[in-house]
């Protein structure tokens, strides 16, 4: 059996689901930043960094649906998987910047800044693996969850 035209075929569409990822979650996160610094001046950095958290894996889950991973419309179950990177996310963004403010307290905000795009980067990798291969995964027909209904829709597709 030759696989490499099967894995060949999947490099690109990896590598440009990623480029698409980082488009829109890059763009999500650099609005989230901003918008980070603007609550800081009126809210503590954790409850700001959760309410920025929470929106920006809102917008980005829509995004990523319908244009990472070619879906029309996440569901519910979709969001609600989503979610949990969003407790990963907040941790990781937050005990990075609490780790600065211990390390160097008077940092700068080109110092603050970098540090939380970094983590929210590093979070970002995480988030697509994820997102990839367990929330927007493509449906095996022959997989564990495929119905005699399905399984029948496919061959007469293949047949046809």
Do not use: W
């Amino acid at each position: 059996m030759d696989t490499t035209s099967s894995t060949t075929a999947k490099t690109p569409q990896v590598i440009g689901s990623f480029v698409r990822f980082v488009v829109f979650g890059g763009g999500v996160g650099l609005a989230s930043s901003a918008t980070l610094i603007l609550l800081c001046g009126h809210l503590p950095f954790a409850a700001a960094n959760a309410l920025v958290t929470v929106g920006s894996t809102l917008i980005a889950t829509e995004l990523h649906s319908r244009f990472t991973f070619g879906r029309d419309k996440p569901g519910t179950s979709d969001h609600v998987k989503a979610a949990l990177t969003v407790l990963v996310c907040y941790l990781f963004t937050t005990a990075a910047m609490l780790t600065l403010q211990a390390i160097q307290p008077q940092a700068g905000v080109l110092v603050r800044q970098a540090v939380y795009l970094s983590a929210s980067g590093l979070a970002g990798i995480g988030r697509f693996a994820f997102m990839r291969l367990v929330i927007f995964a493509k449906k095996s027909p022959t997989g564990p969850k495929a119905t005699p209904r399905v399984l029948a829709r496919e061959a007469v597709a293949t047949a046809a």
